[in-house]
């Protein structure tokens, strides 16, 4: 499991998850990068990703949903805020209706991905942050910090398969 470490701060709205890879930042920062390689660790693996749009540029979008185990889906986007490859990367991170659009009852996540290479590894902080307490709280009881600790161990498997390490 690459998380090292999980904390949640009420203080400041934000809840960080920290894991450890095998592999140096460029091509830990494909995670992110290449959709296909996204839609094998976004998500907890009863709840895999498919992504229907990733226009990765400052100001672009990404759709998504999420398919449960009973064939539910939870569908989702993203607005990319910074893009610095490939060491930092920021989106908004919300929920979406059905037609993708996004759901405004409750506000988007801010997401702060940082990767950062620490002696033949690198270390990825993804830190999340809430607009209120309540929706920090929310979250958290809808599963967001065990299924992003489940979403990261997905991680290392994909890292290791040659066939997935591209140039984007």
Known sequence: ????SSTKSPEDLTLTITAE?????????????DPRQLERWWGPPTW????TRHD??????????MTGPAGEK???WWRFLVIEEPSRLEFEDGFADDDGEPDTSMGPAGILVRIEES?????????SSFESVEAMDK???MGMEEGMKLALGQADAIL????LATTL
Not at 56 to 65: P, W
């Open 74 to 76: 939870a569908p989702g």
């Open 1 to 4: 499991m690459p998380v090292i």
């Open 21 to 33: 890879f095998a592999a140096d930042p460029a091509r830990v920062w494909q995670l992110w990068a």
């Open 56 to 65: 990765f540029v400052v100001g672009g979008k990404a759709g998504y949903f």
């Open 139 to 141: 979250m958290i009881e």
């Open 119 to 127: 002696a033949e590894r690198s270390t990825m902080t993804i830190v």
């Open 160 to 163: 290791a398969d040659s066939t």
């Open 48 to 51: 895999p990703a498919t992504f």
